[in-house]
């Protein structure tokens, strides 16, 4: 009698043991102030589950979703200039 468990084993291990290739780090990284700024939004908002928000911690939330849009405006511009050949915009 032949186990197939084994057999998945090396099957799937290939898929989760890999390392991010080049291309992707790129991504990662030309996204990284997208995410920064969606982690200091997250940190504002969890800050005032167990509380009534003050005017700071409005404040701290407004300015941690502007910084949101800027980086999702700025991450879109430059994907855009990017893929435009010649260096249009």
């Known amino acids: ?6 057999v998945q084993a090396v099957v799937t291990a290939a898929n989760f043991d890999r390392e991010p290739s080049a291309a992707e780090l790129d991504a990662i990284d030309f996204e990284m102030p997208l995410i920064s700024a969606q982690v200091e939004l997250l940190d504002a908002q969890i800050m005032i589950l167990d ?22 405006r700025d991450l ?14």
Do not use: F, K, W
């Open 1 to 6: 009698m032949r186990y197939i468990v084994p």
């Open 51 to 72: 509380r009534t928000p003050s005017e700071l911690d409005a404040r701290r939330i407004r300015r941690a979703r502007n910084r949101v849009l800027a980086a999702q």
């Open 76 to 89: 879109v511009n430059r994907a855009a200039s990017a893929s435009l050949p010649g260096g249009a915009a």
